[in-house]
């Protein structure tokens, strides 16, 4: 298993800013996951944070709007730019340490837009 | 392409009863089923999963989980449940790296 750490826990912001969300794995993971999840909604993959180059992103999400960071094996960054309510989610951080197993979630920060 | 779908998006049940929370997916590759719990203002944590092997998985907490290929179903059971197992599940379907949930069942466990 691994031991996620995600920052902040929950924050409001005001409409125009941005937010960057850090996910802190306590051992070396071959993957790491940024997820989406709207209120009462499951879970949408927002994009897969690859060490020393872009994201791939899914589709409806863009880098502009959504920039990630994975400088090593154990922390990624997730930057939502430009918020407006619409972005108030639940972010999760997610990892795999192989392929074809169980991913490994953090504890979420609540983002709240006003 | 691979979809997860569950059926009930809420199921209320009384202590001590048992519950059944369905999931059926659809996938054209290697199956690898999971279900995860989500408590309030928490994160996911895996109950149980299904990677190869015997069709009956046991997780934590008493869950249970059958693997049923020819009905792509993958339900959640457990024969008593407490107050404690309020909480969001989901069903998710796995290949290779990426991950598909459903849309998630509350489990409301009543007095």
Known sequence: ?114 | AQSVTQLDSQVPVFEEAPVELRCNYSSSVSVYLFWYVQYPNQGLQLLLKYLSGSTLVKGINGFEAEFNKSQTSFHLRKPSVHISDTAEYFCAVGGTYKYIFGTGTRLKVLA
């Open chain 1, 1 to 114: 298993s691994a031991v996620i750490s995600q920052k902040p826990s929950r924050d409001i912001c005001q409409r125009g800013t941005s937010l960057t969300i850090q996910c802190q794995v306590d051992s070396q993971v071959t993957m790491m996951f940024w997820y989406r999840q709207q209120p009462g909604q499951s879970l949408t993959l927002i994009a897969t944070a690859n060490q020393g180059s872009e994201a791939t992103y899914e589709s409806g999400f863009v880098i502009d709007k959504f920039p990630i960071s994975r400088p090593n094996l154990t922390f990624s960054t997730l930057t939502v730019s430009n918020m407006s309510p619409e972005d108030s989610s639940i972010y999760l951080c997610s990892v795999l340490f192989r392929a074809n197993t169980e991913a490994f979630f953090g504890q979420g920060t609540r983002l709240t837009v006003v």
